[in-house]
């Protein structure tokens, strides 16, 4: 993988397909790579997160490389432009991952209990 490449947030394929908000969650010990996916193919934009498991050793070397750390928060984040992309989750947790578009591009992760069935 190249970490600068990722960091950079610079297109990793022709046109259609870039590269946009990523970063490094630490959830129960557990190391995360987000990365958002914007595909836009005769006008019709699409954005997605894919989610990658990583080493410690993995999420060091991306954070040196410039990759920002996720900001994990328990309330919906306000902006300019808000968006719901998908949800995991993490033991008894679920991370809403929001694209949130201010004076940055960035990924905010909402901690959301799991419901307890009985």
């Not at 958002?36 to 060091?60: L, S, W």
């Not at 968006?83 to 201010?102: K, M």
Request: aromatic share 6%; net charge negative.
């Amino acid at each position: 993988m190249d970490y600068k490449q990722v960091a950079s947030g610079k297109p990793i394929c022709n046109d259609p397909i870039m590269i946009g908000a990523t970063c490094v969650a630490q959830i129960d010990g557990r190391f995360f790579l987000l990365i958002e996916i914007e595909i836009d193919v005769m006008g019709n934009e699409r954005e997605e997160v894919i989610i990658f498991e990583i080493t410690a050793a993995q999420a060091a070397a991306l954070i040196a490389s410039g990759v920002m750390r996720c900001q994990i928060v328990n309330t919906i984040p306000t902006g300019r432009e808000v968006n719901l992309i998908c949800v995991f989750v993490v033991g008894q947790n679920a991370f809403l991952v929001f694209n949130v578009e201010n004076a940055t591009d960035r990924l905010v992760l909402v901690r959301v209990p799991l419901c307890t069935i009985i």
